[in-house]
């Protein structure tokens, strides 16, 4: 399992632009990267996957470098209801190892007024 | 139209009971899981499932018996609860062609008194 390693807290106001870096120095060829976002009280949402290079959707944005040994989230504009925890997840689970993606703890962002 | 639900969304129980917790997907994913999610957020993974066969068991206590009747459903029975077992359990559910794209249901909390 490939572990990341990402802040354990941010914090941004309403309007600007948050980036969570999450880094995966031994991220294997296969590994996607994946993140989600968790509010309180409610099961972790799928926001963006990426494999290499960028990837946008009408969420966030993912930058990943050229030896994918990191990763950062990009929330254009935060607004308050972004304030949550973001989780970075690396690896590849399909086949026989379904399920076996590493969590950690997350990055809360908190957004204020 | 709820993705995936589970129920009860809250348990609380006595010590040396045994309680289920329901999981009912709608997507036509082929694999579900059960994760475990701690007082600090770690969120683990317990057990998986694909097309109703377990893929995934994580060191789990036997008192936690998974049981998938179709590949809609997956049910968590625990027996002889204890305090420690006190924590949000989440169901959620994938299409094995695709890596790390699952979808949460909002928790079920449940606290062992």
């Known amino acids: 399992l490939a572990k990341t390693t990402q802040p354990i807290s941010m914090d941004s106001y309403e309007g600007q632009e948050v980036n969570i870096t999450c880094s995966h120095n031994n991220i294997a060829t296969n590994d996607y990267i994946t993140w989600y976002q968790q509010f309180p009280s409610q099961g972790p949402r799928f926001i963006i996957q990426?494999?290499?290079t960028k990837v946008t959707n009408e969420v966030a944005s993912l930058f990943i470098p050229a030896d994918r040994k990191s990763s950062t989230l990009s929330l254009p504009r935060v607004s308050l209801s972004d304030t949550a925890v973001y989780y970075c997840l690396v690896g590849d689970d399909r086949g026989s190892t379904l399920g076996r993606l590493y969590f950690g703890r997350g990055t809360q962002l908190t957004v204020w007024p | 139209d709820t993705a995936v639900s589970q129920t009860p969304k809250y348990l609380v129980t006595q010590m040396g009971n045994d309680k289920s917790i329901k999981c009912e997907q709608n997507?036509?994913?082929?694999?579900m899981y059960w994760y475990k999610q701690d007082s600090k957020k770690f969120l683990k993974i317990m057990f998986s499932y694909n097309n109703k066969e377990l893929i995934i068991n994580e060191t789990v206590p036997n008192r936690f018996s998974p049981k998938s009747p179709d590949k809609a459903h997956l049910n968590l029975h625990i027996n002889s609860l204890e305090l420690g077992d006190s924590a949000v359990y989440f169901c959620?559910?994938?299409?094995?062609?695709?890596?790390?794209?699952?979808?949460f249901g909002s928790g079920t909390r449940l606290t062992v008194v």
């Open positions: 990426g494999y290499k």
């Open positions: 959620a559910s994938s299409d094995s062609g695709t890596s790390g794209a699952y979808t």
């Open positions: 997507l036509g994913h082929d694999t």
